[in-house]
C-alpha cells in the first residue's frame, strides 16, 4: 500500500509522493492519489453476491439484438451491467435490478452507436416527445423501456430519471461533435455542466429509491446533491488511470485543468477533496435517519466494489481487489 503523509493541520489531505529520477513513474501521482481516495473512503468489500437469474434475463435480451455487434462486446456489457446492479443495487427487487440492468445496457449501447449512426442519437429525443418510432430497434426498446419507469419509482424519481437520460444522450451527441473544441480558461464551469448532464447522475442515484421504499421524497431529498456529485465525481477519479495509460484527454479532468489552467494531478488532487466532502456531508445528513444512513453506506461500499471489480479500470494494478 502507498503510503500518505497525515493531514496538516489546516485539516487539508496530501498525499506522500515520491520518485527519483532512476525509477521515475509519469502515473505515479495518479496512484497515490486513486489509492489515498480508496483508502479515506474506509473501502470494505460487501462482497455482493452473483445474480444468476438476471444474469439469464440480461443474456437472454441480448442475444435478440443486432448481429453486427461484437459478441466479445456483448459479452462485456452483459457482466458490466448485472456486476454494477449486483453491487450498487443489490437491496431492490429483482423488478427493479432488471429494469436498471437493461437500461444500463442500452446506454452502454449509445455510446457505440456514436460511431455509427450519430443522427439516430440526434434526433431521439424529438422523436420520443413527437410519438414518432426510434428506426435503431435498440433506442427503440430503450424507449419502450422509459414508459415503465413511473411503475417502479415515485413521480419525482421518474421524472429526475426520464430527465437525466434525455440530458444525458444530448451530451452524447455534443461530446462526439465537440471533440476537436477547446476550453477556454474562461469557461470553468464548462466542463462541470458537461460532466453533470452527461454522467448519468440522476438515473443512477434515483435508482436507489423505489417507489414501496417510501413513498415520498422530502427525507431525502437533501442529499441527492452531494450523492450526485459524489457518484460523478468518484467515477472521475477512479476512471482516471486507465484513462491516462489510453491517452485520454476529453474527460472532465483534462477539461476542467484546461479551464482552470492547471494540471490533471492538481485538478485530481482537488476532485479527491471535493469528492471525501461529499461523502462527508452525506454521513452528517443521514446521521438521523438509520435506514437512510444504511442505504447510504450500502451505496456507497456497493459503488466502489463496482468499480474494483470493473477490469476496464484496470485498479488490481495498483494491489486493489474488489
Not at 480508496?38 to 439469464?56: G, H
Not at 445496457?105 to 439516430?120: K, N, Q, T, V
Not at 463496482?306 to 488490481?316: D, E, M, V, W
Request: aromatic share 10%; proline share 6%; with cysteine.
Amino acid at each position: 500500500m502507498l503510503s500518505t503523509l497525515p493531514p496538516p493541520a489546516s485539516g487539508v489531505h496530501h498525499p506522500l509522493i515520491t520518485t527519483t529520477k532512476e525509477t521515475e513513474d509519469p502515473l505515479s501521482e495518479v496512484k497515490v492519489l486513486i489509492s489515498d481516495f480508496l483508502d479515506r473512503s474506509n473501502y470494505k468489500s460487501p462482497q455482493s453476491p452473483c445474480d444468476l437469474e438476471l444474469r439469464k434475463k440480461i443474456t437472454e435480451e441480448l442475444s435478440t439484438w443486432p448481429s453486427d455487434i461484437n459478441p466479445t462486446a456483448i459479452s462485456k456489457i452483459i457482466d458490466g451491467c448485472c456486476v454494477f446492479v449486483e453491487t450498487a443495487y443489490g437491496h431492490t427487487t429483482h423488478e427493479h435490478r432488471c429494469f436498471i440492468a437493461f437500461y444500463i445496457a442500452f446506454c452502454i449501447y449509445i455510446d457505440d452507436l456514436g460511431e455509427r449512426d450519430l443522427d439516430a442519437i440526434k434526433l431521439f429525443t424529438s422523436r420520443l416527445v413527437k410519438g414518432e418510432t426510434q428506426p435503431d430497434p435498440i433506442l427503440r426498446r430503450l424507449a419502450e423501456h422509459l414508459g415503465c419507469v413511473y411503475d417502479l419509482w415515485t413521480p419525482f424519481g421518474a421524472d429526475a430519471i426520464i430527465a437525466g437520460t434525455l440530458d444525458a444522450i444530448t451530451a452524447t451527441y455534443l461530446e462526439f461533435t465537440t471533440q476537436e473544441m477547446v476550453v477556454k480558461p474562461s469557461a470553468t464551469r464548462f466542463p462541470y455542466y458537461l460532466r453533470t448532464r452527461a454522467g448519468l447522475g440522476p438515473p443512477a442515484i434515483h435508482f436507489l429509491f423505489m417507489k414501496d421504499w417510501r413513498a415520498t421524497p422530502e427525507s431525502y431529498l437533501q442529499i441527492i446533491p452531494d450523492m450526485e456529485h459524489w457518484t460523478l465525481g468518484t467515477n472521475d477519479i477512479l476512471s482516471f488511470y486507465k484513462e491516462e495509460l489510453a491517452g485520454e484527454r476529453n474527460n472532465y479532468v483534462h477539461l476542467r485543468a484546461s479551464a482552470e489552467q492547471s494540471s490533471a494531478a492538481n485538478v485530481l488532487r482537488q476532485l479527491v477533496e471535493e469528492v471525501l466532502e461529499s461523502a462527508a456531508k452525506i454521513d452528517a445528513l443521514t446521521s438521523e435517519d438509520p435506514e437512510l444512513a444504511a442505504l447510504w453506506k450500502r451505496y456507497q461500499q456497493g459503488y466502489l466494489e463496482f468499480s474494483l471489480k470493473a477490469q476496464r479500470y484496470r485498479l488490481a494494478e495498483l494491489g486493489y481487489q474488489a
